[in-house]
């Protein structure tokens, strides 16, 4: 797997080096374009769904968040 992956960088390597130095010169001969797509009739599929509600509040409350005491390095070493 890995020689395979070797030989296609070597190639693509070897398609750069031609078109940087002018040795490969790739000229668009022809513009693109995209097919012409007709769509008639059809009908949208129908739903008819029962769903629940949904209250959306807000409430104050108080939480408890723990402190954290954060020491230096010379503040741990002096006891």
Partial sequence: M???????AIIVLL???GVATGFLN?????TAELPKV???GGQAPAFDANVGAV???TKKETIK????DVKTANETSNK
Avoid: M, S
């Fill in 2 to 8: 890995r020689g395979l992956l070797a030989v296609i």
């Fill in 15 to 17: 398609l750069i080096i």
């Fill in 26 to 30: 790739i000229n668009q001969t022809k």
């Fill in 38 to 40: 007709e769509v008639k």
């Fill in 55 to 57: 209250d959306v509040g």
């Fill in 65 to 68: 968040v723990p402190t954290v």
